[in-house]
């Protein structure tokens, strides 16, 4: 995802990340914050109520478009302390490998 991407390719390993990204629910999200410890309390004003951006059903992760390389990109989910507006953001390809890790973890 951090290299040019090929998305209109069905069958590229990109295309099937951004599937999967795509069909994360905010449960599923927010299960994998809280075991990557990304809920932890905020490093600004100390208080631990996040927000993801998007609607609480359908978090969308964000583009950060490459200033080199055309049509390269990364995405991040940002999650908003709601007390005092701090964002972290947490890359979606370590989203995808902690969901990895987990489904391997359940077998
Ligand atoms: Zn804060």
């Avoid at 069909?23 to 994998?32: D, F, H, I, S, Y």
């Avoid at 905020?42 to 055309?70: M, Q, R, T």
């Amino acid at each position: 995802m951090a290299e040019a991407t090929d998305a209109g390719d069905p069958e590229s390993e990109d295309s099937q990340e951004l599937k999967t990204l795509r069909a994360l629910t905010g449960e599923e999200l927010k299960q994998v914050f809280k075991r990557s410890k990304h809920f932890r309390p905020c490093n600004i004003c100390d208080a631990a109520d996040w927000s993801v951006l998007g609607s609480s059903g359908a978090p969308s992760a964000i583009k950060l478009e490459a200033f080199e390389g055309e049509g390269a990109f990364g995405l991040a989910y940002a999650l908003t302390c709601t007390n005092c507006g701090h964002i972290r953001l947490v890359n979606a390809k370590a989203v995808l490998a902690n969901l990895r890790k987990d489904q391997r973890d359940e077998q």
